[in-house]
């Protein structure tokens, strides 16, 4: 079958058509070809995917489907010490075990899961392995005899009520089971050929003993070929006097000095060794050399600035020639200029010796400066020309390979590497090519490993006792220590964490290389994706060394990135990720989830986020943070400022629905209409892990408001209601229980639970703007009415993390335009009528205020968001586009990136307005 597909795709790249899909990786044909595993991998998108799914999903009919889920609303938490995450390294990656939660709580055995931006694949790997019995009871679930999935509490719960004992937990009066054993499929997809490959080998089943097999035959031959350049000169105590021993060392480092091929210096390493013991290398530490501002001598930063017995690194120190006083932004790197035979040309580069040699002899370890021979035999190799075979692709343009140009000049892939790294990382993959075809692929993906390990990416890090991978993730940062090491003090420790995981791969998934954005004619379960984070990562640059050796690279045009060389900033990421996402709406089957993992420490990169999801019809039901120091996620608004995890659950609302709403949109019915489907889809009484009913954020007022608003204005529908209008619909259409709203259907559930005499745990609301605030008086003044005095201490304790561009009202005035006071000064939440003539006053004295905003000139660096979004509500409404585009573009725009509500006008109006607005007037009276 192999064969048959190999063939099949080959044709397929002949095709000039297909190579314009978006996305499609720079690389030859050949190169394309050697790297895919038709039909379950391409090196480029996958043509075979669409008829493997006629085959094996389940027939989906709109009209019939039952399918329902709320959210994924509980507690996760998942470490990364596992064998399946520690298999292979990447920039970023998420534990597979706290994907299968979500995977088993939206799918079924057989569903199929996708992920557009799978990176390693762990979606996959989470896929299958929701068949794993012991995988899935590791999560804290109970597995009874039919294979049905239980949480704990209504396990326990059963199995109380099955022997006639009291019920531990007696909310739970009818548990069942929330999912059932069994693998799902899983679809891949990333834009870099280097995250494909990962993930295929990942999610392909490979026998163990094959692995064990190759894997030492490999390391065997790479070890019969190299290890000779990895010894070291040992000086075993009591047989050599100081003087004997350095004449010893001098007399062999003339000695492999002399030597004029590499075999005549390995031969010279094996006659050494029949008369001395030598030491095997586990590192060698190189370092900078820098010349002193003062007397221009050369100083190897590692000597003057390296404490060996505590490991610490000094920021000052001072010139051994002429004493100066010195740190390294006062010193310059020695340049030296030497012939680049792989280019043909000469080149600068910052200067490195070797300085520290770390080796073992027997099962002990040893330190040592480096010496005469160490250096001699360092020499010797890197006269030896660069092997015909290592990749001398130049660096891509961008923000992270701008600095090992700028600090040391590498700018090409074998710049990267030692010559005794280049030597042993060839050597390396021509074992793995010479083993069995259909293991070839699996031994490189264990193998290729050490292209980043090996590299200058590495810095020597001494208070560590290995010095594997010790590279900075994230970065190509190229450190003053760096730390080179031997194929073996890397692979030997893989191979063993390989074996261990291998046994846990039992299907495949479809793995396809291409941009996310593009269009496909098939429809999935579920989706789970861990996106780029705005400019967090830019994983074309971090992957090239990996994708040099396919000969298969990113086409970045279409990454989604904040990346200021390739000339993308927020506006164009979100653009990016709109496009995405929009290709996941079409994807996901109608009434279906998907749930967005996200980090950023910038609120304009979430708010982008979200907008790219709403934008192109998501709807967002559930947001959560992870927070780090207790590994528990906590519920966050969308007003929240993010600068954790999230994880974010959103749905597709059904084909009805979305007709329905056209026909209605712009009406009070539409958004009944709305409200309805949307609380549908939102958990009803989610418990905490202390057993209390949850409060949930998007239940409340204010919440529900922003999402019928963004609804309506992606879909450039009026909005029908006012906040107070709006607070009247809810309360004819819902029942209201802890600041929350429930459908009649729902409200009975709720209810039941808490005449049990569960209590409901709090919303913790972080004031940071108007609507905050109101949002925070309004729930203190449920409780009890309040005067202004009772307030205000409480308040400004609750409002210290205001934000800066945001004009601050006085106490006093919020509780003026929002609330009603009483005969005695206390302030209490006014009625349905008052509320409506309050926000009738409040909107006229708003709108006058955003009018003296449109009339200033310069930049608007101080304002009432509150006001400009009074404003903006008018203006859409009077389809006074013009207006809204005018005023943002006076607002700073890392101000504006980070108000999602004004950030979202302003994108809509846009596309609305003229393209050039030189002069607008707002009218309103």
Sequence with gaps: MREEYRAKLAEKLKDPEYRKIEGFPIGTDEAILALSDPPYYTACPNPFIEEWLKEHSKPFDPDTDDYHREPFAADVSEGKNHPIYNAHSYHTKVPHRAIMRYILHYTEPGDVVYDGFCGTGMTGVAAQLCG??????????????????????????????????????????????????????????DLSPAATFIAHHYNSPIAVSDFERESKRILSNVGQQTDWMYKTLHREPNKWSDDEWRAYVERCAKGIAACQTLIAA????????????????????????????????????????????????????????????????????????????????????????P????????????????????????ALIEREDIPSSFPTFPMPEGVNTAQPISSHGLTHVHHF????????????????????????????????????????????????FSQVNRFLSGTLYIGSHIVEVPPRYILDGKAKRLRSALYKSKTRAFVSTASASTSDDWQVDFIFTDPPFG???????????????????????????????????????????????????????????????FHNSANSIWNAIQESLERVGFVVADVRVLDKQSYTHKQVTTSGATKQDLVISCYKPTAR????????????????????????????????????????????????????????????????????????????????????????????????????????????????????AVQWVRNELEKEPHTLGELTPKFMQASQDWGQHEVMPELRDLLQQYFIREDDETWVVPDPDNEKHLEEVRRKAMLREFQEYVRRTG???????????????????????????????????????????????????????????????????
């Design 355 to 378: 300085f520290l040699v770390n080796y073992e002899v027997g099962t002990k370890r040893h330190i040592k400066t480096v010496d005469a021979f160490d250096v001699a035999l360092s």
């Design 132 to 189: 794993d019995r012991t995988e899935v009871e590791a999560l804290g679930y109970k597995i009874d005899e039919a294979g049905f999935i239980w949480e704990q509490a209504p396990w326990e719960a059963r199995q109380a009520i099955g022997t006639g004992r009291a019920n531990p937990h007696p909310h739970l009066t009818e548990p069942s089971p929330f999912s059932k054993l069994g693998a799902r499929k899983a679809i891949l997809n």
């Design 417 to 464: 590497y030692t010559r005794r790294s280049q030597l042993a990382v060839t050597a390396l993959r021509k074992a793995t090519m010479t083993a069995p075809e259909n293991l070839r692929g699996y031994l490189w993906f264990f193998a290729e490993q050490v292209l980043q390990g090996m590299a200058k990416i590495s810095r020597y890090a001494p208070t560590h």
């Design 535 to 597: 400019g967090n990562l830019n994983y074309s640059e971090l992957s090239f060394l990996w994708e040099a050796f396919h000969a298969v690279s990113t086409e970045n045009k279409p990454e989604a990135v904040a990346n200021s060389v390739q000339g993308k900033g927020v506006f164009e990421y979100q653009q990016l990720m709109q496009q995405c996402f929009g290709a996941f709406y079409a994807k996901l089957k109608d009434g279906h989830w998907m749930t967005v993992e």
């Design 266 to 353: 390995r031969d010279y390493v094996e006659a050494v060794s029949a008369e001395s013991r030598l030491g095997d290398i586990n590192f060698t530490v190189w370092s900078d050399v820098f010349l002193c501002p003062s007397c221009s001598s050369e100083i190897v930063f590692s000597s003057v600035a390296l404490d060996i017995a505590t490991g610490k690194v000094l920021e000052e120190f001072d010139c051994p020639t002429c004493g100066a006083e010195l740190s390294k932004s006062k010193c310059s790197r020695k340049q030296e200029v030497h012939f680049d035979k792989a280019l043909g040309r000469n080149i600068s580069q910052s200067v490195q010796v």
């Design 657 to 772: 629905f979305v007709q329905q709403f056209e026909k209605d949109k712009g009406t009070p019915e539409g958004v009944r209409e709305f409200v309805e489907q949307h609380l549908e889809m939102l958990p009803v009484a989610p418990t905490t892990s202390t057993g209390s009913l949850e409060s949930l954020a998007e239940r409340t007022l204010g919440v529900l408001f922003d999402r019928m608003i963004a609804y309506h204005l992606v879909r450039g529908a009026r909005i029908p209601l006012s906040a107070s209008e709006f607070r009247v619909l809810l309360e004819d259409l819902c029942y209201e229980r802890d600041g929350m709203y429930f459908l009649p259907s729902q409200v009975v559930r709720y209810d039941a639970l808490k005449s049990r005499g569960i209590e409901v745990e709090q919303l913790s609301i972080f004031v940071r703007d108007e609507k905050s």
């Design 859 to 925: 930049q608007l660096k101080l304002f009432r968001t509150e006001a400009v979004l009074a404003g903006f509500a008018h203006c859409w409404e009077t389809k006074q586009y013009d207006v809204i585009v005018g005023l943002c573009e006076k607002i700073p725009p890392k101000v504006l990136q980070e108000i999602q509500d004004l950030v979202m006008f302003y994108d809509i109006a846009k596309e609305r307005a003229p393209d050039k607005i030189t002069q607008f007037e707002f009218k309103w009276e």
